[in-house]
């Protein structure tokens, strides 16, 4: 069965500093992606960044980049350079090509020091 | 290009009311789905329409429907309110043809029901 795993409910770093999220997930299918979405607490989900399952590289969005490790199906976010307005939760995300629907893990919540 | 919108933003009912929440997908998009958010379940998928049929659908009761427009519009329906129902209600719209691993959902800011 498909299941998304973020083992840090809370996590702190200091502004400017690198911090890394941690995701594993669960799939039988070998065709996926890998998806990490922002929530302010406003409420809406941003789209962070994307990994496919059959990508060679690992991905990377200006200050995001997705560590990706196939064979111990984990997928981490690294922010680097820490900001204020990094303070949210973050969700890692995924779909297969078993099922159409996106599930998503319980979230960690990122706050960001001065 | 403009996001996903979704109104009301806020909503309070009472319990037994029924309410009615609507999505406009960003333009192009014609998959729509739906999720219920709450700090004790957490994200859980209500249901994805695309083309105006329902694709797929979550582990909830009957008195969650919804309906997808031709113009990619969706609405959800909650009948017969429950207090569990509060809930911050997400709506997201992706393009593919087929939902697909690559197919990224994009959200828009949400529907805060609380029902008293």
């Known amino acids: 069965a498909q299941k998304i795993t973020q083992t840090q409910p809370g996590m702190f770093v200091q502004e400017k500093e690198a911090v890394t999220l941690d995701c594993t997930y669960d799939?039988?299918?070998?065709?996926?992606?890998l998806f990490w979405y922002k929530q302010p607490s406003s409420g809406e989900m941003i789209f962070l960044i994307y990994q496919g399952s059959y990508d060679q590289q690992n991905a990377t969005e200006g200050r995001y980049s997705l560590n990706f490790q196939k064979a111990r199906k984990s997928a981490n976010l690294v922010i680097s350079a820490s900001q204020l307005g990094d303070s949210a939760m973050y969700f890692c995300?995924?779909?297969?090509?078993?099922?159409?629907?996106?599930?998503f893990g319980p979230g960690t919540s990122l706050s960001v020091i001065p | 290009k403009a996001g996903v919108t979704q109104t009301p933003r806020y909503l309070i009912k009472t319990r037994g009311q029924q309410v009615t929440l609507s999505c406009s997908p960003i333009s192009g998009h014609r998959s729509v789905s739906w999720y219920q958010q709450t700090p004790g379940q957490g994200l859980q998928f209500l249901f994805e329409y695309f083309s105006e049929t329902q694709r797929n659908k979550g582990n909830f009761p009957g008195r969650f429907s919804g309906r997808q427009f031709s113009n990619s519009r969706s609405e959800m329906n909650v009948s017969t309110l429950e207090l569990g129902d509060s809930a911050l209600y997400l709506c997201?719209?992706?393009?593919?043809?087929?939902?697909?691993?690559?197919?990224?959902?994009?959200f828009g800011p949400g529907t805060r029901l609380t029902v008293l």
């Open positions: 799939t039988s299918d070998p065709s996926y992606g």
């Open positions: 997201a719209s992706s393009w593919e043809l087929r939902g697909g691993p690559t197919d990224t959902q994009y």
């Open positions: 995300a995924m779909r297969d090509g078993s099922y159409d629907k996106v599930i």
